[in-house]
Each structure stands twice: as structure tokens, then as C-alpha cells.
């Protein structure tokens, strides 16, 4: 739980979280309070303690401290309508005129220069710096901008003006000169108009990243992640607002609304939102679409929901372990966990969370704040949501709240090659209580042995997601490379809690193994559970809080043996973890299709009668206990399903 005093629950308002306004403005300013006793002279820069620096050094990363609680410092005063009683805004003005007095192109804080920025031209970090910078600007002009000296405002226009040049990084970067020139269109002067095209690129440069149904993908073919909802739909659509651009509101907010109306579904009832792609660290900035709808008007949810789905994502790291005991964030999931920090990330990229307070910017007396608290959608039933823009398949279970995210269509590989595969994104499946493994045992995967060596799963192709199903086809790589002919086709069929994953190989050698794994079950301890026939495994871990979580995997056809071993290391969920794994070989005749049924659940309820399945050469029927019916043919790059 939080080192620093709140306000009492209120479960008559907020009957999930207990949670309240007061709770969110409590959690700002314990925030803002930390990380100011790093600040250094004048309040330029905010060097906070970590393990390491970032790509970019201490310099930036000392930037980003400023910038990143600057943003959370703007959404705090101005939800609150300028009111400072913490006197924020003049330590954050006096930093600007401080770190643009004099920018320096030294990276790192060793030369006794403790307040001049990094320019932009020379360290392109500080572009996604200055786009907070902006931004926290414009949310709080009347009552920064507006009151600082002219000079001070020239210095200022010079350090951003590098950051309307067109983007180095062709990704969601795009957006970063898009806020900058947002800005300074807005702030003027532009008389050359630098800063709109800056704008105008920005936006227009992510049209060929949009797929429809409220799904962007991130610069790469298919690159889908939680960068969707905290940059492609919060920027633009913020920028819409703040201009007071119907046309635009009208675009984006028509977009946010239909990402919503998956996005929602992928919270667990635990709060937790789902660990898939990078920045995790980023945390509770996964609010940040919610009350962006709230916000316009653009959301498919109720009010009681959009804040039961926000803080419950807030309490949820906050319960965990988020915050050091000095109140900062740490590098990880819950507390430190190296394995899910990228490179580029430094000891206050964790800030980015600054997104998710957005809601401030709604009035106390807003719906949002005022009405009960709903349940999210995994709390209410159980939910199959296919979502075939990004390839996935959520399926949630209400009587554990557990949120499984079934992939077959986000792997983050850039066009024209393949790099070694990322736990975060080539999972064949995440969720909101497991993590993956990030050592050479990967959950979750289904790869054959090439020379000794496990393939990996490479760039995917998707085949489609429909009622109850996904499906994809890759050509698995060994030592980075295809072996030529190689394909599997891959299908995953739900109900329930149940899963059922088909695979089929060709173009293997007659008696190639085949290696599939399951769920990654983790916590403060995690074991192997004994019992079952020779072609099952199960995992079972426990937490903290002494909730346990079972992962099963049984073989149904292809699979000749079981195991469970553990997982040195853990996951970004428990320093202990077990994942339950499959074996087998490629037939001498015939279709070498494998089946198997896997479950991951949070409920100590004996589980439900199997599906009944029958396979016959590349065809399936599966009956499942509730009575619904799956037919599937599987072909080389080729699926279908009936139901």
C-alpha cells in the first residue's frame, strides 16, 4: 500500500475501489512532494536515484524528471482551476527559465552544469520531453505562460523550435513535433508557420498507421500495444479539445470510442491492465484513454465504470509495491523488475504514469466523479471479444476476474526482417496476472527443436479472430533464420475458462520434437502440482495476498509426455514461477496437427467437465461443457471455423 496518508474509502461512491477525486489529488501530490527533493538548482533538472541511466544519459534523464511531473504538476493545477496551494507551478516556471538559459549538447551532469536542458538537435529524447513541456504549457497558460517575462518566453520558443523538424523516429514520435507545434501555433507567433505543419505533419503522418475499428499500429507492420490508447488516441485527440476543433474531435473522438469498446474488456477485475507490449513501466498511464473519452464525450462507458476501470488500475500498482519507500516509482511492474525495462527508459521514464491523472481535468461535480461506481466487463460475465484488427482475443472469466489476451497478430517486427522474438509481443498469449518469462524457458510459445535449437516464433501473419476464435500462421526461425518450407498454422478456440490451441506444422521432417508451453504461474512461491495422466502439467503459484493461480496443460493429440519446471528468475508478477510444458513429435503420415486444452485460472472451484474434441486428419469438433460447438479445418496458412 501507498507510504503517504489518504483520505478515507468511501464504498458507498466507490463500492470496488473505495476510491474518490480526493483519493487521485491525494496520490499527485504525495508524487509531486517525492520527486521534488531531487529537483536540482532552480528546479531545471529532476535527477532521481536508479539502477541506471537511460540510452540518452543523466542529462536527459534528468529532463524527463522535469518534464514528465511537469505534466502531472499542469493536470493538477488545472483541474483544479489554477488553485496552487503547493505552489507548483512557480518552482516549474522558475525551471524553465533556468534550463533554457543556456542548453548544452553535454549528455551527462558530470561537468558541474546541474540546470542547463539538452537540446533537442543533439539528444532527440528531449523531443518527447518537450512534448510533455508543451503540453503541461497549454493546460496551464493563463496561469504560467501568460505570466512569465518575454525573455524568458524567447528562450523557450528557441529550445522547442529543433522539435518541429520532422521526427528521427518513424513511430508515434510523429505526434511529439504535433504537440510542439501545437503549442506554439496556439502561444504564437508563427509567422512562417513552422509550427502548424509541424502539427499538420504529425497527424497526417499517423493516417497510414490506422487499421480501423480504433486500432493504430506503431510505426512497424504490426506493432499493437498500450501505446494505442496513452499516444496515438490521447495527443491527437487532446490537441482536438484544446483547440476546441469539432472536425477533429469528431475524427478522433469517433476512434477513441471504438478503441474503447475492446480496450475496456482488457482490465482484470483486479484492476490490473494488461501486461502485453513495451513501457510497461508506464503503469497506471493505461487510464489515460479512459478519461480521454470521458473527458470529450467519446466513450462507450458509463461514468461509474470509466472510474471504477481508472482507479482500480491506479490502486492496483499502488497496492503492490509501484513506489520505493522514498514515494518514487520504480522501474518495473510492481516494484524494480530490470527484465521489463527497455534501454531507452531511465530512472524517471516511470512518469509517463502522469497520463493516467488526466481525469483531474474533469470538475468535481463532473458524472465521473459523482456517480457509483460500476463493475468493468470482466466482473460482470464471462466475455469472448475478438478484436481482428490487432489479431487478438480477449477472453475474461468472472468468476476469477482473470483477463486473457490471445495473440495472433501483434509481434512488433520491423518490415523486411526478423529480430530475436520479444517476450512482450510474440506470446502466443498474455493476461492481467501473468507476466512472461524472459530467460531461455519462454511461456506461452510453440516452437520445434532445429538443430537442438528452439524456434522462435517470428514475424506473424494473421488469419482472422472471430466468435470465440483467433488464428495465425508464422514460419518459425532458428538462429534467426527460416528453415525454407517451414510453416505452422495456429488457432486458438475458447469458452469459459477453456482454451484450446491447435497447431499444425509442415513442411518439418518426419520426428522433429515439437515443445509447447503454458501459462507462466507466479508469485512468492510457485510449485509443481502432482496427479494427471502423462500428457498433463500443472503450475500453481501463490501471492503475497495468498491468491493462487493454477495453470493447466494437457495434451489431446500429438503430445507424448508432460512437464513442469521452474522458472529462474520469476516473472514481472512473482520471483517464483512454473510453466507447464507440452512435448512431441512430428507424425511420419499424416496432417501433424497438435491439440491441446490449457487453462489459467484464480478460482479454487473444481473445474467444469473438459470439452469433448474430436480430430479427424486436419479437422476439429470441440463440444464444450456450456453446449456451444467449434468446427475448425486447418490447412497450410489457412483456417476455418464454424460454430
Request: aromatic share 8%; net charge negative; glycine share 12%.
Amino acid at each position: 500500500m501507498s507510504s503517504f496518508p489518504l483520505p478515507p474509502e468511501d464504498r458507498a461512491l466507490s463500492p470496488h475501489t473505495g476510491w474518490t477525486r480526493a483519493h487521485w489529488e491525494a496520490v499527485a501530490d504525495a508524487l509531486l512532494a517525492a520527486v521534488s527533493r531531487h529537483a536540482g538548482p532552480e528546479h531545471a533538472l529532476i535527477d532521481l536515484p536508479g539502477p541506471r541511466p537511460s540510452l540518452s544519459g543523466r542529462r536527459s534523464d534528468a529532463l524527463e524528471g522535469y518534464a514528465r511531473t511537469f505534466l502531472l504538476a499542469a493536470l493538477r493545477v488545472a483541474g483544479a482551476h489554477g488553485e496552487d496551494p503547493h505552489g507548483l507551478l512557480p518552482r516549474y516556471a522558475a525551471g524553465l527559465a533556468a534550463g533554457t538559459r543556456t542548453p548544452t549538447a553535454e549528455r551527462d551532469l558530470a561537468d558541474g552544469d546541474a540546470v542547463s536542458w539538452p537540446t533537442i538537435a543533439d539528444r532527440p529524447q528531449a523531443l518527447v520531453e518537450a512534448a510533455s513541456i508543451a503540453l503541461a504549457l497549454r493546460l496551464t497558460r493563463p496561469w504560467l505562460w501568460d505570466r512569465l517575462d518575454e525573455g524568458t518566453r524567447e528562450r523557450l520558443r528557441a529550445w522547442l523550435a529543433p522539435g518541429l523538424a520532422p521526427s528521427p523516429v518513424d513511430n508515434n514520435w510523429w505526434l511529439f513535433p504535433a504537440m510542439v507545434g501545437g503549442f506554439l501555433a496556439e502561444a504564437g507567433p508563427d509567422p512562417d508557420g513552422r509550427a502548424r505543419r509541424a502539427l499538420d505533419r504529425g497527424l497526417g503522418r499517423i493516417e497510414q498507421w490506422y487499421l480501423g475499428d480504433g486500432w493504430y499500429t506503431d510505426g512497424r507492420p504490426r506493432a499493437f500495444d498500450h501505446y494505442n490508447g496513452w499516444a496515438f488516441h490521447l495527443y491527437p485527440l487532446l490537441h482536438a479539445h484544446l483547440a476546441g476543433d469539432r472536425a477533429l474531435l469528431a475524427t478522433y473522438g469517433g476512434r477513441l470510442a471504438a478503441y474503447l469498446r475492446g480496450y475496456a474488456h482488457t482490465f482484470g477485475a483486479n484492476g490490473a491492465p494488461m501486461h502485453q507490449g513495451r513501457s510497461l513501466t508506464y503503469r497506471f498511464a493505461a487510464a489515460a484513454p479512459l478519461w480521454a473519452g470521458a473527458l470529450t464525450g467519446h466513450t462507450p462507458l458509463s461514468p461509474g465504470t470509466t472510474r471504477r476501470l481508472a482507479s482500480g488500475a491506479l490502486r492496483y500498482f499502488l497496492d503492490r509495491g509501484a513506489l520505493d519507500p522514498d514515494g518514487l516509482l520504480t522501474l518495473g511492474w510492481f516494484g524494480p523488475h530490470p527484465a521489463t525495462v527497455q534501454p531507452y527508459s531511465g530512472p524517471a521514464s516511470p512518469y509517463w504514469a502522469s497520463k493516467g491523472f488526466l481525469g483531474l481535468l474533469l470538475p468535481a461535480d463532473h458524472p465521473v466523479w459523482t456517480a457509483v461506481e460500476e463493475p468493468g466487463p470482466a466482473e460482470t460475465a464471462d466475455h469472448v471479444v475478438p478484436l481482428p484488427k490487432p489479431g487478438w482475443l480477449i477472453q475474461s472469466t468472472a468468476a476469477d476476474g482473470i483477463v486473457r489476451l490471445h495473440n495472433h497478430g501483434s509481434d512488433d517486427q520491423p518490415a523486411g526482417e526478423a529480430l530475436p522474438d520479444s517476450p512482450l509481443y510474440a506470446r502466443l498469449a498474455h493476461s492481467t496476472v501473468t507476466g512472461p518469462a524472459h530467460g531461455d524457458t519462454p511461456d506461452n510459445h510453440f516452437g520445434l527443436l532445429v538443430d537442438g535449437v528452439l524456434t522462435a516464433r517470428g514475424p506473424i501473419r494473421p488469419l482472422g479472430a472471430g466468435d470465440g476464435w483467433a488464428a495465425s500462421a508464422h514460419s518459425p526461425r532458428a538462429d534467426g533464420a527460416a528453415p525454407p518450407g517451414l510453416t505452422v498454422t495456429s488457432l486458438v478456440l475458447t469458452a469459459g475458462a477453456e482454451e484450446l490451441r491447435l497447431h499444425l506444422v509442415t513442411g518439418a521432417a518426419p520426428g522433429t520434437e515439437i515443445r509447447h508451453s503454458g501459462w507462466a504461474a507466479a508469485g512468492g512461491e510457485a510449485h509443481v502440482a502432482s496427479g494427471g495422466p502423462d500428457t498433463t502439467a500443472t503450475a500453481v503459484s501463490v501471492g503475497p495476498d495468498g491468491t493462487r493461480l493454477t495453470s493447466t496443460l494437457r495434451g489431446l493429440h500429438g503430445y507424448t509426455r508432460a512437464s513442469c519446471g521452474a522458472l529462474p528468475g520469476g516473472t514481472a508478477l512473482g520471483e517464483a514461477a512454473a510453466v507447464p510444458v507440452l512435448a512431441g513429435r512430428t507424425p511420419a503420415e499424416g496432417p501433424a496437427l497438435f491439440v491441446a486444452a490449457a487453462r489459467l485460472t484464480g478460482t479454487a472451484t473444481p473445474p467444469p467437465p473438459p470439452p469433448r474434441v474430436t480430430v479427424d486428419g486436419p479437422r476439429v469438433e470441440v463440444r464444450w461443457p456450456g453446449g456451444g460447438v467449434h468446427r475448425a479445418l486447418l490447412a497450410p496458412g489457412e483456417v476455418t471455423v464454424t460454430t
